[in-house]
């Protein structure tokens, strides 16, 4: 990265979002929002039941344009690809799908029933015909959307030994994070019977974490993946494939002492910081908090060319929430814009200040 200097970032709060009552749990960004003159469209849910769905104005400003009632605590929300189906994993071992009707109108369609224990994590695939839910009863169900709003489960799977935390669909491959310190990579082995078989298993050398796997995260172009865990470390991994026809994944780097309690969440930034040609590209970015209320945000070392692919700490926001730190999420659509959610019951917008203008310039 050339022309400045690392200490010229600043991640400066725009807006404080309130209403929910209790903790917020999580966050989302609607896609295709806040691009092509579309609004920005981020949603938030929390152990008060709801969930809020928050719209950018023409002010810049997020407003609260719709407030949908849940049953329990809402543990995960996600948005399909078309951005039209909501699904809302549950305390009372369900999953909502609600769907979007009309301007700010949501209605509840279908209610996804066969976990035995809460359902922590769900998951849509690329093209929004099947999405992935995980619970506390250690299993991952997939579920293929019919017609007529109808769901149906294709396949579970088992192979976790404890509860599954996280499940992440990404491209052709489904990946999930567990108590028992394991990322499992999953594919599907037939379509015509659904089935589904564990293609790698990230936990059986001293290079792996050695408790639950909380998050995971994916750099734009696939290539890299980043993880947090309950024992205080971020981890970096490379996927070795060039055609993506199998995926070999392995370890690249652990950044630890940067969070001296809990990591709940890693999120890669998957825009390029500024349009640059491809030869002069600039590093790439996540960002990781926890119950230490900190948002750090990380940079690739590209300085660093001895020991391989390394990350150094770009920043961190001190006390970004009054509490605990569930959730942050960077925009899909817009490089600048980081959301973050906590227990202290707001959702925080930030922006990523950097040294050159909006068009992607270096400032003078």
Not at 146 to 158: I, R
Not at 311 to 316: A, E, G, N, P, R
Request: charged share 30%; hydrophobic share 35%.
């Amino acid at each position: 990265m050339k022309n400045f200097s690392y200490d010229d970032f600043e991640l400066r709060e725009i807006q404080k979002l309130e209403g929910h009552t209790g903790k917020v749990l999580g966050i989302a960004w609607k896609e295709d929002t806040g691009v092509w003159g579309f609004p920005a469209v981020i949603t938030s849910w929390s152990d008060d039941k709801t969930i809020r769905i928050w719209e950018e104005n023409f002010s810049g400003f997020f407003v609260c344009k719709a407030v949908l009632e849940a049953s329990c605590t809402v543990r995960s929300c996600a948005w399909s690809r078309g951005s039209k189906l909501l699904a809302a994993t549950c305390s009372d071992v369900t999953t909502a799908i609600w769907k979007n009707v009309g301007v700010h109108a949501y209605e509840r369609i279908y209610t996804l029933k066969g976990h035995e224990n809460e359902v922590r994590s769900v998951s849509w695939n690329r093209d929004g015909q099947f999405l992935a839910t995980c619970g506390g009863d250690k299993s991952i169900w997939i579920w293929e959307v019919l017609p007529g709003n109808e769901f149906d489960c294709t396949s579970v799977l088992q192979g976790h030994t404890e509860d599954v935390k996280i499940v992440h669909w990404d491209e052709r491959f489904l990946f999930s994070g567990s108590s028992d310190n394991t990322i499992k990579v999953w594919k599907e082995a037939d379509y015509e019977s659904g089935d589904w078989r564990c293609i790698q298993t990230l936990g059986e050398s001293d290079r792996e974490h050695t408790s639950a796997v909380l998050s995971l995260s994916f750099s734009k172009e696939r290539r890299r993946m980043v993880s947090c865990s309950d024992d205080l470390t971020i981890k970096i991994w490379k996927n070795s494939d060039d055609d993506h026809s199998i995926e070999i994944w392995s370890h690249a780097c652990t950044l630890s002492g940067y969070h001296d309690t809990t990591i709940f969440i890693v999120d890669w930034l998957r825009e390029l910081l500024r349009f640059v040609p491809y030869e002069d590209k600039d590093p790439e970015i996540f960002a990781s908090a926890g119950a230490d209320d900190t948002i750090r945000v990380f940079i690739e070392d590209t300085d660093n060319e001895v020991d391989g692919l390394t990350f150094k700490l770009l920043l961190k926001k001190e006390k970004a929430h009054e509490t605990n730190v569930n959730s942050v999420k960077w925009h899909s659509g817009d490089k600048r814009f980081l959301a973050s959610a906590s227990d202290d019951g707001t959702v925080k917008i930030w922006e990523l200040v950097c040294p050159w203008g909006p068009a992607g310039h270096i400032a003078s």
